[in-house]
């Protein structure tokens, strides 16, 4: 049994904290650690880093953790620290990340990696100079519906794949009369926030790794918020946009349509539902789910609307078995980073992927704000 340390970023936040600390390096350690190929077995040392020394404190008591500090210098200085990893706001990360880089550190971080496509390539050649490993959360990758869909996919159930329809959204409240469910930065443009740069990384890692390159975007993004209230029951001007209307095209000619809404109230089975039309068949996958619809039991439904709708569309989609088990994508990700650590394991999850996640928000929203589809360039 070996034991790394891991200087981890951010862990008062939301992901930092819930999806990455105690889902993730805690769940591996009580597990036993991450098993090698080998056979030989790594524990996670975690050494909590933040901005305030109580808050890190209490986690620290709550969980059993011996090292926290405000000093990220002195926590990069530890050579038993292997790995940096960074869930702080995503206006913090580039400095951060940089020097962990210097420092020596293999990094892995939560996305957008940078809020410009200029500083997340700078953060991927900044690594690559170094020769440290470098990795981007890439969860929904993980998620059991859309494991199902590539499953799908790889199993050519679709035959030629012709688009695919993404819903996404829930409505965040304002936070007047019900207090917000997500941190207030995410709605100002000037502290890093933003749909597009949250959700267009997502969305481009799902579609380059199931469907392929994505060639152009057009988007429309919007604040249909104008202010809100923030944590401390101030009223703040929403300067960020809260909803996103894009069209992607892909390579194989494959037209993607993803609606991303914070200001949406859900009428759907899961918070996210991606549709693919196939010339085989259909599928409708969610975060758990996914069904589908073959062509031999495709209805053939006659437009008349003097008629009332008598066809249960819906009773004709049949449940895709999970057949195996799904553990949280966030700590899949990262026994697979500690793998690509410790022993070169393939990790495509890499910077310059998060590089492209970044560059196609980037050109989402100039896309909106000079109303024209833009071509991808590859970088
Ligand atoms: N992978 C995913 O599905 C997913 C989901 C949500 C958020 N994220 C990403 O994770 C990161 C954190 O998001 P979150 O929702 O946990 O945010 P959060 O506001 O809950 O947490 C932010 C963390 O950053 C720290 N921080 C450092 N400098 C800060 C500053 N100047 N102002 C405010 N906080 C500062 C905070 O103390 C806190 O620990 C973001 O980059 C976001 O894009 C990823």
């Known amino acids: 049994m070996r034991t790394i340390g891991v200087v981890m970023n951010g862990v008062t936040g939301r992901m930092g904290y819930r999806q ?16 090698l190929s080998d056979g030989g077995r790594v524990k996670i040392k975690p050494v909590l880093v933040g901005r305030n020394a109580d808050k ?23 050579d038993d620290n292997l790995i940096y990893f960074d869930a702080q706001v995503t206006s913090a990360r580039v400095k951060a990340v940089l020097k962990a880089i210097e420092a020596g550190k293999h990094i892995y971080a939560e996305k957008p990696t940078a809020e410009s496509t200029q500083e997340a390539m700078a953060l991927a050649e900044a690594a ?51 207090e917000a469910q997500r941190p207030s930065w995410n709605y100002r ?49 929403a300067t960020a946009d809260d909803a996103a209307y894009g069209i992607f095209e892909l390579e194989g000619g494959i037209v993607a349509q993803i609606n991303s809404s914070w200001t ?14 196939g010339t085989h068949g259909s599928a409708v996958a969610g975060l758990r789910n996914c069904r589908v619809q073959h062509r031999s039991a495709t209805p053939k439904p006659v437009w008349n609307p003097d008629l009332p709708a008598t066809a249960r569309f819906r009773d004709g989609w049949q449940e895709v078995p999970d057949n195996a088990e799904f553990d949280n994508g966030f700590k899949v990700q990262w026994e697979a980073f500690i793998k690509h650590v410790l022993e070169d394991a393939p990790f495509p999850n890499d910077f310059a ?27």
């Not at 990795?135 to 679709?158: A, N, S, T």
């Not at 989402?364 to 360039?377: C, D, M, N, Q, T």
């Open 189 to 237: 443009a000037e502290d890093g926030g933003g749909i597009v740069l949250d959700m267009f990384p997502h969305w481009h890692y799902v579609m380059e790794n199931l469907f392929g390159r994505v060639q152009s975007v057009y988007a429309r993004a919007v604040t249909h918020v104008p202010s809100r209230v923030d944590e401390q029951g101030n009223t703040y001007q």
């Open 20 to 35: 990455h600390l105690v889902r993730s390096v805690l769940a591996i350690n009580e597990q036993g650690g991450v098993t």
């Open 128 to 178: 690559a100079a170094k020769g440290v490993k470098n990795g981007v959360v890439q969860d929904k990758l993980f998620l059991p519906g859309l494991l199902k869909l590539k499953r799908l996919i790889d199993g050519g159930f679709f035959g030629r794949i012709l688009s695919v329809r993404g819903e996404f959204g829930y409505w965040v409240f304002e936070g007047d009369w019900q």
């Open 264 to 277: 949406v109230r859900v009428n759907r089975d899961e918070l996210v539902e991606f549709q693919v039309d």
């Open 353 to 379: 992927s998060g590089a492209r996640g970044v560059q196609l928000a980037e050109l989402g929203l100039r896309s909106s704000a000079e109303g024209r589809r833009i071509e991808v360039p590859q970088l």
């Open 56 to 78: 890190l404190a209490d986690i620290a008591a709550k969980h059993g953790i011996s090292d926290f500090t405000t000093e990220l210098d002195s926590a990069l200085a530890d």
